[in-house]
């Protein structure tokens, strides 16, 4: 088995212990190991290491440079600085005797530049694995043939606290043209000792003619890694392949019979330093660092854990995942990366459960199990080993009995409905079905109903039913079950949001879509451990902002009671109204400090764009509100109840009499028009000059734009050209996009200018001073700015404890007395073109899946 093949995916994890490597890329034969001294290099993946590849064949020996991913092999690597072989012990039939053969040497590495070619001749040609041949001959080889070995269905596994059930595994006859057996054991996991066996009667290609190619029917194959940053005497065997004609060759004990004969002679590494030349985190710097607990155990209460590992909080979060099978627990610590769920992580930190509950037939009772639970949270060491133990007891979710024998179990009539659309699910909100879709049939079996959903806050959920196929001998269906899968947030440490329930009934009309609606209103969540799993919402260390964070459609009013805690040195607390049409957007939450192209620096404030436009039919001039943002930066300051409250519009006005003269013009077809294009041309109002931007004639619309970056220094960004004659229609409109920053601690309040564009047909409209002539006409009226001035009491400073209002209370914060007095208009500019990044919407949410696979041979 080569190393370099196949994929293991440990559960939720991606490792990545290093940022953008840099390795050699080359490759060549042995004869001319002279072409791998060459300088291409690749730095372009976030989760390689380093390596050299050796691949030994009869002939000839193929020498790679290259990186791989750190779990591009089966098992798991502990410490990618390593050296790895892949060997065999053989017998040759010609000569009667038994020989070595090394099939592929992989030395692994972490650092830049680390599999440089003149480690090529360093590698060790073998680890000299050898066994007594008197062993060999008694235990491998015998009389050369068999006619019957061990066979297993499928894998059996195991480890050292709950050993294999090899009983799977029976002696059967094999075809008369296979004389040898093969099994294997590969270990899983070689610190907890758990390891998978594998056993049956040989291929038949190795009774052929070609069988010594395939390396011959008596061997055993080998692989074995020894991590070179450790005590190098000591080594992992990851798997034992043994080919074999001796009867009961393959019994489960052969692997520790053999591993008490072999021995390995790892000869001279010191070529390879014990120590790494650089740490990781100096030679790859790692963009936002964020460094977690990495550990695991099975079947301990706690997991004693000093191991960290760095990754990126611009794309992972820490976390603790503890698994249920069965008796068994297996916990792990580490990191996840942000998309490894199917639905997305909306806060942190979090508790995720997935529940079982399940009908005994035998006992007449409704039991439930957990079968996973993960807590994720978002700074530095904050998935504490501490938290392990709380984990089983975070919350459990019921059902009641009644409600369970009446839409589950049913009466047991033995035919029952079952809505059918088993190929792909329907998706829309819950009284969405109607029969085209999923048509009812008679069911006899188990009717399975899948409900994902996709949007938690809004109903929207993605269904799919189907009757299951009868039970057999081998394989019995669950006939009652309900599996739940929620996640709790610690903004909402009393709502549990359903991310997927799958139903197993046997009542009739069990599979109707409303089935999920009744769960949810049946569903209690007992609280356990959640107040000390949620103790700490952040590090302790950063000063903390909590917000209220929500989002509505089309609605003037936002229920809230949902509030998240983010870092305050990056954040702070936003309502933001966009408006479409006559639908508006309302987002309440958090805000990036430079998510807006000129960092704010004064709290609290109100931001608005507007658009004053001219309409050809009606021939005037109309003011609309393309969005309004508040900005606040204390805790809870964003409180839902000022959404009412925020100005629909500041009423940016210029007279019509200007506004015909310089931006609509008279009609003329042609118009002097500054050319600068490629980019803004920065500096004080008086800096232009015709060699930054040209006049040209134009014979479409001018776009001109000021940018102002330092309101201080009446210091802007002037740009201006010829809009193309096959350029969208709305570049071929009169009208001027204003956006202006009320600072509601200056008193009066005075409006600064962020940007101004102008689309304009009247003749020279681009001339610079068209702003300072703007600005000195524009008028402004925001209404009632009371509610909105800044609470003496908390000032704008940093806090780490929440504001006394309680998230779920309708009350707005105290605020100062209001005023009906309008602010004037400042002719002191700034910038903020708008935010850079859109908002969010609508996160799409499905479930999520543990995968631990492993591909047999």
């Given at each position: ?6 994929l293991v995916?440990?559960l ?8 953008s490597?840099?390795?050699?890329e080359?490759e060549?034969?042995?004869?001319d190991?002279?072409a791998?001294?060459?300088?291409t290099t690749s ?8 390596v ?6 009869v002939d ?9 991913p750190?779990?591009s092999s ?5 410490d ?12 040759n ?12 040497i992989?030395?692994?590495c972490?650092?830049?530049r680390?599999?440089?070619?003149n480690l ?5 040609n073998?680890f000299?694995y ?9 235990n491998i080889?015998?009389s ?9 269905d ?12 090899f ?9 008369t ?9 590969l270990?899983?996991?070689?610190a907890t000792?758990?390891q998978?066996y594998?056993?049956?009667?040989a291929?038949?290609?190795?009774n ?6 395939y390396g011959g ?6 692989e ?20 074999c004609a001796v009867?009961n060759?393959t019994r489960p ?10 021995r390995?002679e ?6 390879f330093p ?17 460094r977690?607990?990495s ?6 209460p ?5 191991s ?8 992972t979060y ?15 610590a580490?990191?996840?990366e ?12 979090y ?7 399940d009908y005994?037939?035998?006992?007449g009772?409704?039991l439930t ?5 993960i807590?994720g949270?978002n700074?530095?060491?904050c ?7 709380l984990?089983?007891n975070?919350y ?7 409600w ?12 029952r409905d079952c809505?059918q659309?088993?190929d ?15 048509p009812?049939q ?15 806050e809004g109903d929207y ?11 057999t ?11 739940i899968?929620?996640i709790?947030y ?5 709502v ?6 799958d139903?197993?009934?046997r009542?009739?009309d069990?599979?109707?879509?409303g089935?999920?609606?009744?769960l949810?209103e049946?569903?209690s ?28 459609y ?11 805690t983010?870092?305050?040195n ?8 966009e ?6 957007w309302t ?5 990036d ?10 709290f ?12 050809e039919q009606l ?7 393309n ?6 930066n ?11 409250l925020v ?7 210029l007279?019509e009499?200007?506004?015909n003269?310089n ?13 600068c ?21 134009c014979n ?6 000021d940018?102002?970056d330092k309101?201080?220094d009446?210091l802007?960004?002037?740009q201006?050209?010829?809009?193309p ?5 709305t ?5 001027l996009?204003?956006e ?9 309040p005075t ?6 564009d ?5 003749d020279?409209c681009?001339r ?9 006409k ?9 509610p909105?001035?800044?609470?003496t ?9 929440p504001?006394?209002?309680s998230?779920s209370?309708?009350n ?6 209001s ?8 002719t ?7 935010l850079?990044?859109a908002?969010?919407?609508i ?13 047999v041979l």
């Amino acid at each position: 088995m080569m190393i370099v093949q196949g994929l293991v995916l440990l559960l939720l994890l991606s490792i990545v212990p290093s940022n953008s490597l840099i390795c050699y890329e080359c490759e060549c034969n042995q004869s001319d190991t002279a072409a791998c001294n060459c300088d291409t290099t690749s730095d372009i993946t976030d989760n390689d290491y380093c390596v050299i590849l050796e691949q030994r064949y009869v002939d000839t020996t193929y020498i790679q440079l290259s990186r791989i991913p750190r779990n591009s092999s089966w098992i798991y690597i502990e410490d990618p600085y390593y050296i790895l072989t892949e060997e065999s012990i053989r017998y040759n039939l010609t000569t009667r005797q038994w020989y070595l053969w090394t099939g592929s040497i992989v030395f692994g590495c972490d650092w830049d530049r680390c599999n440089a070619p003149n480690l090529i001749n360093s590698l060790p040609n073998s680890f000299k694995y050898n066994i007594d041949s008197t062993w060999l001959d008694l235990n491998i080889r015998g009389s050369g043939a068999v006619t019957s070995c061990y066979h297993c269905d499928t894998e059996v596994c195991g480890d050292i606290t709950n050993p294999s059930d090899f009983s799977e595994c029976k002696i059967t006859t094999c075809d008369t043209n296979i004389t040898s057996c093969l099994t294997y054991d590969l270990w899983n996991n070689v610190a907890t000792g758990e390891q998978c066996y594998q056993s049956d009667c040989a291929p038949a290609y190795l009774n052929g003619a070609d069988a010594e190619t395939y390396g011959g029917k008596y061997r055993i194959d080998l692989e074995a890694v020894v991590y070179l940053a450790q005590d190098r005497s000591k080594y992992d065997i990851w798997e034992l392949d043994v080919y074999c004609a001796v009867n009961n060759c393959t019994r489960p004990t052969i692997f520790k019979e053999i591993i008490e004969q072999l021995r390995l002679e790892i000869g001279d590494l010191s070529a390879f330093p014990p120590i790494r030349p650089f740490p990781i985190e100096t030679t790859t710097p790692i963009p936002n660092p964020l460094r977690c607990y990495s550990c695991d155990c099975f079947d301990q209460p706690t997991c004693p854990c000093s191991s960290t590992v760095v990754s990126s909080l611009d794309y992972t979060y820490c976390v603790i995942v503890r698994e249920n099978f069965g008796q068994d627990t297996y916990i792990y610590a580490d990191y996840l990366e942000r998309d490894a769920t199917y639905m997305y992580i909306e806060e942190f930190p979090y508790a995720l459960v997935e529940e079982s509950i399940d009908y005994n037939e035998k006992t007449g009772v409704w039991l439930t199990t957990t079968n996973f639970v993960i807590y994720g949270c978002n700074w530095n060491l904050c998935n504490k080993p501490e938290y392990i133990p709380l984990l089983p007891n975070s919350y459990q979710m019921r059902l009641p009995e009644v409600w369970l024998n009446s839409s589950i179990l049913g009466t047991g009539q033995p035919v029952r409905d079952c809505h059918q659309c088993p190929d792909r699910p329907q998706c829309g909100t819950i009284d969405f079905l109607d029969a085209n879709t999923c048509p009812i049939q008679s069911c006899n079996t188990t009717c399975l109903i899948l409900d994902t959903h996709e949007d938690p806050e809004g109903d929207y959920l993605c269904y799919q039913s189907f009757c299951l196929p009868p039970d057999t001998q081998d394989y019995q269906l669950d006939r009652h079950k309900v599996e739940i899968e929620g996640i709790i947030y610690a903004g909402q440490p009393n709502v549990v949001h359903l991310w997927e329930v799958d139903v197993y009934c046997r009542a009739d009309d069990c599979s109707r879509p409303g089935i999920f609606r009744e769960l949810r209103e049946n569903l209690s969540v007992v609280p356990g451990t959640l107040a000390a799993l949620f103790n700490e919402t952040g590090d302790p260390n950063i000063p903390q902002r909590r917000c209220y964070d929500c989002y509505c459609y089309a609605r003037p009013n936002c229920t809230c009671d949902r509030t998240t805690t983010m870092s305050a040195n990056q954040t702070y607390c936003m309502i933001k109204l966009e408006h479409y049409g006559q639908d508006v957007w309302t987002t309440v939450g958090h805000i990036d400090q430079d998510s807006t192209h000129v960092h704010i620096q004064e709290f609290p404030y109100l931001l608005v764009e507007e658009s004053i436009l001219y309409d050809e039919q009606l021939m005037r001039w109309n003011t609309i509100t393309n969005f309004v943002m508040y900005g606040c930066n204390y805790d809870l300051c964003n409180h839902p109840s000022l959404i009412p409250l925020v100005p629909n519009s500041f009423q940016m006005r210029l007279p019509e009499d200007w506004l015909n003269a310089n931006v609509k013009g008279t009609g003329q077809p042609v118009r002097n028009c500054h050319e600068c294009p490629e980019q803004a041309q920065c500096g004080t109002s008086d800096f232009l000059d015709a060699s930054r931007c040209p006049i040209r004639e134009c014979n479409t619309t001018c776009l001109v734009s000021d940018i102002f970056d330092k309101p201080n220094d009446d210091l802007q960004c002037y740009q201006s050209y010829c809009v193309p004659r096959n350029a969208d229609t709305t570049m071929n409109t009169h009208r001027l996009e204003i956006e202006g920053l009320l600072n509601l601690n200056k008193q009066p309040p005075t409006i600064e200018l962020w940007e101004v564009d102008i689309y304009c047909r009247a003749d020279d409209c681009s001339r610079p001073e068209i702003f300072t002539e703007l600005k000195s006409k524009l008028t402004v009226a925001p209404g009632d700015l009371g509610p909105f001035k800044p609470q003496t009491s908390t000032s704008s400073q940093s806090t780490n404890n929440p504001a006394t209002t309680s998230p779920s209370t309708n009350n707005p914060p105290t605020t100062a007395s209001s005023t009906n007095n309008p602010p004037t208009t400042s002719t002191t500019p700034s910038k903020a073109s708008l935010l850079s990044g859109a908002s969010s919407f609508i996160p799409l949410v499905i479930t999520i899946f543990l995968i631990n696979f492993h591909n047999v041979l």
